[in-house]
């Protein structure tokens, strides 16, 4: 998938999103939100790491299998893209923009 087309389907999918809770998109309450799900999304991330890793209680490995940790990730990075409609950022350019300082940095 092009990342045009990723921010389309993003832009599909949260649509859907702000029917359900009844938030505007680019709204204040909404890009709130959104910042407090991406918290959310990061700590269940840690979460299926710590478990694939073994460093979680008896009761969490239980419950874990071998997707979590892509599952989670996959979930983070819905979000943080959701965010980043609702702050009426171009993805593509941003993304290009940050691996071009990455690349700088480390002589890329």
Known sequence: MEIKELQKEIE???????KHFREE????????????KIGEEYGELCEAVLARRGAQRKVKLDKANESDVGDE???????????????????????????????GRFGG
Do not use: F, P, W, Y
């Open 12 to 18: 599909r999918h949260d649509v859907l999103v702000q």
């Open 25 to 36: 998109a680019g709204s204040e309450v909404r890009v709130q939100n959104l910042m407090l």
């Open 73 to 103: 990730l996959a979930d983070l990075i819905v979000t943080a893209l959701a965010l980043a409609v609702n702050l009426n950022l171009d993805i593509e350019k941003i993304l290009k923009d940050e691996l071009e300082t990455v690349h």
